[in-house]
């Protein structure tokens, strides 16, 4: 079984904030401007869920506009 979610990105997205968009607290906001929105903690919570179920997650950007996120459950 598997899920994707996608949405259109404000500001593009490079390669060097997908390997880090799991890391606890990492915002792809260059500012790092806690005014903007978001703590960071959204998608690192949800590794650890998909990861205590036995599922793998993972996030791309084919085009650097969007952003994909994918989780898939053994069964």
Same mark, same amino acid.
């Given at each position: /079984?598997?899920?994707t979610v996608s949405n259109l990105c404000a500001t593009p997205v =490079? *390669?060097? %904030?997908? !390997?880090?968009?799991? %890391?606890?607290f990492y915002r792809m %906001?260059?500012? !790092? =401007?806690?005014e903007t929105g978001g703590h960071g903690i959204g998608?690192? /919570? *949800?590794?650890?869920?998909? =990861?205590d179920h036995g599922g793998k997650i993972g996030a791309t950007s084919p085009d650097g =506009?969007?952003?994909i996120v994918t989780?898939?459950?053994?069964g």
């Open positions: /079984m598997s899920l =490079n *390669a060097a %904030d997908l !390997r880090h968009v799991f %890391d606890r %906001d260059a500012s !790092r =401007n806690s998608l690192s /919570m *949800a590794q650890a869920i998909v =990861n =506009n969007s952003f989780v898939s459950f053994p």
